[in-house]
Each structure stands twice: as C-alpha cells, then as structure tokens.
C-alpha cells in the first residue's frame, strides 16, 4: 500500500439535520462543534437514540488499562480495569446509573465527564495535551490515565439511516501515563495510549467488531491502530506509524465468536495490515437492562503481523483489545 495524501480537515461543525448533503467521510483533526443540541430537543432522540461516549486505554508490555464512561441515553455506564501481566492480576470496576447524565449533556472532546456510584468516581477531563481519566475509590484504590492528543487524530462522520449521523474521534499509539496506587496495583509507567470518542444516533440494535493496538514497527517506530468491522463501513479504519495517520480499508476479524480467548486473525482487505492478536484474558458483560442490552467480549492481550507501507513490508508488535459486541439500545 503506498500511504494516501492527508485527509481533508474536518468541517467547523457537525452538519445540521435539514443538510441534503452532509460532509459525509474521515477527516485529519477535531471538529470545532460536536453540538447536536438541536436535535436532541426531542426528547425520543436524545434518551432512546443518542448515544455517546469515551474510551480512554492505555497498553505496555506489562499493563492494560481500559478506561470509559458511556451516555446511552437513560442508562449511564462506567468500567475501568487494569491487568498485570507479571502478577496475572486483574482489577474490574463498573458501574451503571439511570439518567446517569442530565438531558442537557451534550459532551465533546473538550467536556468534563463525571459519574459516581457507591462513593466510587470516574472521571475525564480534557487538558492542554490531551485528557486524563480518573478513578477514585474507598479503600486508596486511584487510577490515573493520560492520554496525549499531540498527532494526528481521525474524525469519521458517517450516515444514519433514518437517523442524523454517527460521529467518532479515533487515535491510537499517542504517549500515554498511567498511574496505579492501591493494595493490588502501585506504580507509575508510560504505555501507548488510546482514544475513542463516539457521538451520534446508531441503529437500534447492531453488531460490531473492534481492534485497538499499539506497539512498534521492526522493534523501532511506534505504531497504532484502530479497525472496525460491520459497522460504518470501514470509514473508522486506519493506523498511526510515528504520529502519521494513514487511513485503511476494510478490515476482516476471523475468530470463534464462541471461543473469543483463542486467536483471532485480523487483516484489512488489501492485504496492507495482517495480524494475529492472542488474547490473556479478557472483560465481559451480558447487561439487559429493559430497553437497552450489552453483550461483549473485550479480550485483551498481545499481536504481531506484517504492514505494508509505501511499497516495503515490514513486522508490527504489540498489545491491546480487541472486541464482539451485540447492543440493542
């Protein structure tokens, strides 16, 4: 594959729903607006069909931490766990409010999120390098994640049948900081950090797959990369190598959907990236909450393929997730 011109920068705003043609398509950077104010005064699109939220993760050769706090409209969720794989520890919490958030939140990269449970916080907040994620609970138990978005960050805006539109920021491989202290973790290292920021109006009920990697290229370059499959048409799909975004096709996830802790095969169509990721372990939910369910798989774990990039192939390994997700919401 020899790597595209850049992508276009994004528009100032997200389009607006009477837009015949909106600015459909992926794009280098943030959008200035994420407000989708307008058309949340009903309240059917702002509880039953706007879902948002933010994923930060951070991935060395020793931890994974996933970090996220998710509006799906009336339930509100958050989770953040931590694995060791020198101690083969693993530390899950999580937890779900209804009307978690108020009718008038309307996030973007910039926002503050904010959920408590049970004298348990989450938190994101965005800074002058990136965000930082946090977690407090009882007992000394703190979580610190920062992310920096220093690169070259993918906008995707993709259609909604029926529906206004489904926007997501995507960066993968950025410097990230993680910071554990409490009886089972302590300690401070740099990883690869992750983000996933979606907003938008999805299908009532779909299925996706997932893969956000980092790591390096030939033991050198840092690489990362996000893959999507069955859900916005690839638009999602592309890799960082040094900070350069190079944007990618579509992608292909061979694996047991039953057996998620065996290997699974991941490569785009063109043959420009062809991993394999083995999972450790993993986080899982089957969540029904009347009118929303959950059921995923997020294993977690390590990978290494090749990438063909501006005519030379050349070997890419790492860590990070992977994912099956069934949602009705």
Same mark, same amino acid.
């Given at each position: ?22 600015? #459909?398509?992926? $794009?280098?950077?943030?959008? /200035? ?5 307008? @058309?949340? /005064? ?11 939220? $933010? ?24 989770? *953040? ?10 530390? !899950?919490?999580? &937890? ?36 930082? &994620? ?22 995707? #805006? ?25 009886? &089972? ?11 996933? $920021? ?5 299908? +009532?009920?779909? $299925?996706?797959? @997932?893969?956000?990697? *980092? ?48 290997? @699974?095969?991941? +490569? ?11 999972? !450790? ?25 090749? #990438? ?13 997730? *992977? ?7």
């Amino acid at each position: 594959m020899t790597a595209p011109a850049l992508l276009p920068p994004p528009p100032e705003a997200l389009p607006l729903p009477q837009d015949a043609h909106p600015p #459909l398509g992926r $794009f280098t950077g943030r959008f /200035a607006s994420l407000s989708t104010r307008a @058309w949340d /005064a009903a309240w059917v699109r702002r509880r039953l069909q706007r879902k948002t939220w $933010f994923y930060l993760g951070a991935f060395n050769e020793r931890f994974a931490c996933g970090f996220a706090i998710v509006d799906a409209g009336i339930p509100a969720t958050a989770f *953040v766990y931590v694995y060791d794989r020198k101690t083969g520890r693993f530390h !899950e919490e999580k &937890a779900m409010r209804p009307f978690g958030f108020s009718r008038a939140h309307d996030p973007d990269l910039a926002s503050t999120w904010s959920l408590a449970s049970g004298g348990r916080s989450w938190r994101i907040v965005a800074n002058e390098t990136g965000w930082r &994620a946090s977690f407090r609970a009882p007992g000394g138990v703190e979580i610190d994640l920062d992310v920096a978005d220093q690169t070259q960050g993918l906008s995707m #805006l993709a259609g909604a049948q029926g529906r206004p539109f489904h926007y997501t920021y995507k960066l993968a491989g950025a410097p990230a900081k993680l910071r554990l202290a409490g009886p &089972a973790f302590s300690g401070e290292v740099e990883a690869g950090g992750v983000a996933d $920021f979606s907003k938008g109006y999805p299908p +009532r009920t779909m $299925f996706w797959n @997932w893969a956000s990697l *980092v790591g390096s290229v030939d033991g050198g370059a840092g690489f990362g990369v996000n893959l999507v499959g069955d859900f916005n048409n690839g638009l999602e799909n592309a890799l960082w190598v040094d900070g350069r975004l190079v944007p990618l096709c579509q992608a292909v996830f061979s694996y047991q959907a039953t057996r998620p802790l065996e290997p @699974w095969h991941i +490569r785009t169509v063109d043959g420009s990236l062809d991993v394999v990721f083995t999972p !450790e372990g993993q986080r899982a939910e089957d969540l029904n909450a009347g009118l929303l369910s959950s059921r995923f798989a997020q294993p977690y774990g390590t990978f290494m393929g090749t #990438l063909r990039l501006d005519g030379v192939s050349r070997q890419v390994a790492g860590t990070g997730v *992977v994912e099956q997700h069934w949602a009705t919401w």
